[in-house]
Each structure stands twice: as structure tokens, then as C-alpha cells.
């Protein structure tokens, strides 16, 4: 069971960045500039500290958000999907017209024990 997906627009998108920047590595954004989003850096760039936890990987890019989001996130799984539209953070995609978006659904009673067993 994985705590982020992404759909294949998702995929596509971080392949082109991939192929401009680099390695690359995403962090859920906890409402600072554009709200809360996720952004795209090149590996490394942004700083992850002790209170951020890395839910997974999402086409070889780890994907990170603060321990207090996880609180609230921790029973959804997040899917990180691609929208029109132009938003105002530091993210790689904006250039382009384009941003980075989740969307969520519930995790059900099953796969939340199946994600306790796997910790």
C-alpha cells in the first residue's frame, strides 16, 4: 500500500523536469505562498528536517511533508496529479504554466491495517 501515488499526467510531467533539473524531490507545502501544495525541487535543494516525514516515492522522487500535516494526512492516500494554471511558489513546474496537485481518498479500514503491519 502507498501513501502517494501520482497519476500518469503526474509521471509525464516529472519526467520532462527530471530531464531538465536532475534528480528531483517533492515536499508538501504546509500552507506558506500558494497554500498548501506540492513542490518540486531538484534533489537535495530543499532542506528536510527531523520533523518531515518521507511518505514514499513517486517515479524514483522522494516525497516528503511535516510531521503535523502527516497527523492530520495519515489516513488518506494522496495522489499527486498535474493542473492548469499558474501558481506563485518556488516549484519547477510553474515556468511551464502548470502546477502540482494533490488530490486524496480515504484509506479503508483494511489498508490502514495493512499500512500499521508495514511500519
Known amino acids: 500500500m502507498d501513501r502517494i501515488v501520482a497519476t500518469p499526467e503526474a509521471i509525464s510531467l516529472i519526467n520532462k523536469l527530471r530531464h531538465t533539473h536532475g534528480p528531483l524531490m517533492f515536499h508538501q507545502s504546509g500552507g506558506c505562498c500558494d497554500g498548501s501544495q506540492p513542490m518540486?525541487?531538484?534533489?537535495?535543494?530543499?532542506?528536510?528536517?527531523?520533523?518531515?516525514?518521507?511518505?514514499?516515492?513517486?517515479d524514483g522522487c522522494k516525497f516528503y511533508m511535516s510531521n503535523d500535516q502527516f497527523a492530520y494526512w495519515?489516513?488518506?492516500?494522496l495522489i499527486l496529479d498535474v493542473i492548469k494554471g499558474r501558481g506563485s511558489s518556488f516549484s519547477l513546474e510553474i515556468p511551464l504554466g502548470v502546477r502540482f496537485?494533490?488530490?486524496?481518498?480515504?484509506?479503508?479500514?483494511?489498508?490502514?491495517?495493512?499500512l500499521e503491519q508495514q511500519q
Open 40 to 58: 518540486c525541487f531538484p534533489e537535495g535543494e530543499f532542506k528536510v528536517g527531523a520533523s518531515d516525514v518521507c511518505l514514499g516515492e513517486v
Open 74 to 77: 495519515k489516513h488518506t492516500q
Open 101 to 114: 496537485h494533490i488530490r486524496s481518498r480515504i484509506f479503508s479500514e483494511e489498508e490502514l491495517k495493512a
